[in-house]
């Protein structure tokens, strides 16, 4: 491969004026500069990025940072983020924190130590000092931070929604299941369902749940049958435990939605595919992972930016593990 | 944040001194040395990765190429991959290729420019010179190219498998429907499976399909029914394509598996929460990740390595949507 001296050497200037050329770092004549020009061409001469970074301190990295890449809703948020990198030449370090505070101030650690340019970070701690004195432009994603750059959507609005509708097609011993404690968004789901279920008087049963794992899920599903046989309605924190949820009640022979109703949360690819097909609380994360990038590369380009906090709808995504609303309304 | 300058004047040496103890680049006295990491440890000093690699000429970055992340069986890969490469203090800059030679290229060149010391790939093209001529170690992930590393799994084998097994249980109106041409282990499960259907004589239609989207899947499970109506068995390319075939079988209300038994491929974590549960043909996804990880860590550091082609197991994993074997055995 064409080194910068094999340049200099072909164009007959020094390294510092190919060097210059490059990195747009001082004057240089334009003949100068077209036979540098002529000579990267015919020396197919890639400029190494690293040392670009050096001479620029700009990388064209950005760290990303999400929970857990096999919860099917994160890759759909990462490749949004990718394609709005790619498309502005920025490059991704990945990173997965299980949500584990060690792991992810690591990570974050490394990006910085990798010279990246920003950070797209899905945590539940950003107002450690982890985020709080870096000083490369954050943008949160599926989380929120007081007036901090941040792309979400409103998980809490979504639980309501999901409390709201459920009622509406008829469904009275409600069984709500509270997701992982130490996850925001969840715990917004919940609150906004327990909340919509007692403003319309409605009693429920709660049922807890650790991790969004696809192992544990179905030992939750069952636990819930168990404990509360008459449940006619799960309002569950994701689509995997609603699809654990839906596969124990076809288990022990209910019929769904007519025995159950179940909504879920995120609206995963698959859970069109399912039979019957998933009613769930769509968050458009393509979108959603998009939109952060696309902040990001606004703040790292500095450019003037009045919103800064992007909220995405959620939305109502009426399938066949709900009853119809006219049966019952 | 201290820099390599402050780290100098606190231990009362020169710069070249404590890069040459960070850098291990030259003779230091243990005393010195001693001063110098006393330095580090009490103004919190880390090395700044770039610099450092330009000095040891060596990061600690690899670089991952998949074709889509938003494939359920992708993300296990991934998961693998970096579970493994966080163990051995590397990390990963991503990059989806959508199975696009001029993308891939792309990804390649800037995991280059960005000093990674290896790649792993997923590429249908490990004879280009994209691979050929790259000088840092590169592992071919769910592909193979002769005898250059790799991690993989039998899908020839795999496809033979669902073949033998779905006649075993009695499908004789098989449906094989053949992955995307371009995707070399799709074709190669078509291959096994269209191969073991010849060997005992049974006959078989094909229905094409040209990707892996979710989208798409349920259109081409549409177009099988419709054009094979007496199907009683159906080879799926992969487990997506399976979950619509299930879909549509039981939108039509055939019973699965007395009408029609399914066998998909890769067991995607949503395989086992299926009604009827997905049988398929298993691949190790996210060990299979693991060993591509660990295999390219041995190959930069540069141990002897006896066994570069390592092929991972494909195991029947029998669920709901085939007939036990002695109802018809």
Redesign the interface.
């Known amino acids: 491969m064409a080194t910068i001296r094999d340049v200099a050497k072909h164009a007959g200037v020094s390294v510092a004026t190919v060097s210059r050329v490059i990195n747009e770092t001082g004057y240089v004549h334009d003949d100068t500069r077209k036979k540098v020009e002529t000579a990267i061409k015919a020396l197919h001469y890639?400029?190494?990025?690293?040392?670009r970074?050096?001479f620029k301190r700009k990388?064209?990295?950005i760290g990303?940072l999400l929970p857990?890449?096999?919860n099917?809703f994160?890759?759909?948020l990462?490749?949004g983020v990718?394609d709005e990198m790619?498309e502005n030449d920025f490059?991704?370090?990945?990173?997965?924190s299980d949500e584990n505070m060690k792991?992810e101030k690591e990570y974050i650690?490394?990006?910085v130590?990798?010279?990246v340019v920003g950070v797209i970070a899905s945590t539940n701690h950003p107002d450690t000092d982890t985020y709080r004195k870096l000083n490369i432009p954050v943008v949160f994603l599926d989380r929120t931070a007081d007036n901090r750059p941040s792309v979400y959507a409103d998980g809490r609005e979504g639980g309501r929604i999901a409390a709201q509708e459920m009622v509406a097609r008829g469904s009275r011993q409600i069984t709500v299941m509270q997701g992982p404690k130490h996850i925001r968004p969840a715990q917004d789901r919940f609150k906004g369902a327990i909340e919509a279920l007692s403003d319309q008087g409605i009693a429920f049963n709660v049922v807890k749940t650790s991790s969004f794992s696809?192992t544990e899920?179905?030992t939750w599903a069952k636990e819930l049958f168990e404990q509360h046989p008459f449940t006619d309605g799960v309002i569950a924190s994701n689509d995997?435990v609603a699809?654990?949820v839906?596969?124990e009640a076809?288990?022990l022979g209910k019929n769904v939605p007519d025995d159950v109703q179940i909504i879920g949360f995120d609206d995963i690819?698959?859970s069109?595919?399912?039979?019957p097909?998933l009613t769930t609380i769509r968050q458009p994360a393509y979108d959603m992972g998009r939109a952060a990038a696309n902040l990001l590369v606004r703040l790292i380009d500095d450019v003037n930016i009045d919103n800064k906090t992007i909220q995405m709808p959620v939305t109502f995504t009426e399938r066949d593990t709900t009853r119809k609303v006219n049966q019952h309304g």
Chains 1, 2 share one sequence.
């Open positions: 890639t400029p190494n990025e690293v040392a970074s050096l990388s064209r990295l990303l857990d890449i096999t099917p994160f890759p759909e990462a490749r990718e790619q490059r991704i370090i990945f990173g997965n792991k650690q490394t990006f130590q990798n010279n696809f899920a179905g995997i699809t654990a839906l596969h076809l288990r690819p698959l069109s595919l399912l039979t097909s």
